[in-house]
């Protein structure tokens, strides 16, 4: 908590006084509900994923409250960055806050209301990007805009970033952006997508996991080879099979648990708030007996998300092979993605599966690319104890526990350049929303979207404020 003192700052003072009771409160100032249902209008879909859309939302709001915006086009016309910089005193290096702004696909008739409309109805809006990640977006840009708007007072720059091409793995992604414009969003620690604020079934805050290490995708392909001839005349060495024989006895391998700092706390967080005889599986899965550990494995791993999130993982996703009914192929191809997590080794990995697969003659390739997990980031930098303390005080008796994300967010282009990145979706849902992300119906809480705007104004108010000297 920032002490104030009579004759200190009063901006600052007015500033923290007014978000103590701004909960509710008419303050005059823009909703993150009506700037969501605004971004959502921003059809953003990726592909093709205009991003460019969302400039005409936030670009005049940043530009009344004094930030320094600056549209990024990308070589793709209409997928754009967009930032917006507010000057801090430059004493302290600048933070950056940032979210993606192209979002999935739809199947539109399975919608009960249009997802490109923004509607609001029983408390929550609905729409593509609700959850992922637009809520985010307009959840950081008001909680910056706020910072402008109660005039508090930085010792930082808050640089806030709309992110172009990240759903479909496209070229211009924040990987482009740090190649070509690093110097705009350079930071001393960022905040991006990531963990959850998951909801027990009573509506209460049961944990925050906070992001700090994303897991590392990398292309498998397997290919068999066998002599290309007539269908009349099959050989021994038919590439089909060879492959079906590797593919069988990889799909009966299981990879065996592999904890990281953050996987262990998460499942003693999750241990805590959670009733026999499931709080002894969490605690003894990443516990230290072997045997537990493998019987906990059996019970833990029937949810997918828990399985991705203790192992290195192995999903098979194309086959190719063959092209004509009477031509036995040259060979045949098994794409898989791996799931490797931070600290694991994925070449050992590789070897343990070509092992496996039991086959010399088989071929086992990971490409050109040299992978290499980015370092997950520290629980000790002043971005994240703010969050956990704000995380605290916004959902009290909530457990906050740092998390390593099963798949791969934008966070890669900041961490494998060391800066620090924490991922957060900054609104309090349940395992129901949980399942719209990406889905049908996507929808997120008008009061979820509020309480997150707070803690994460509270948050860069913790950071980047000027303190009032004691
Ligand atoms: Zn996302």
Redesign the pocket.
Known sequence: MIRLRSSGLPSLAAAVLSCAAVAGAQTGEDSTAGLLRELIRANTSNPPGRTLLVDDVLAPRFRALGFEVKIIPTPDSGKAHIIARLRGDGSKRPLLIA??ADVVGVEREKWTVDPFEGVEKDGYVYGRGAI??KGGLAVFARAAMMLAERKVPLARDVIFLSEAD??SGGPYSTEWLAKEHWPDIDAEFALN?GGWIMKADDGHVRYVSISTADKLSIPLTITARGTSTHSSMPRPDNAIFALSRGMAKIAAYETPLTISPSTRRFFMALSKTSAAPMSEYYRDVVGNDPVKARRADSVVSRDPLLHALIRNTVAPVIINGGFRNNVIPGSAQAMINLRVVPGSDPAALVATLKQVAGDPGLEFSTGSRVYSGAPESSDTTALYRALEKEARATFPGAEVTPYLFQAS?DAAAWRSRGVPVYGIYPYPIDADELTRMHGNDEKVSVASLKQGTEMIYRTLVDVAAKKATP
């Open positions: 979210a993606h992922d990640v990240e759903e997508e967010t």
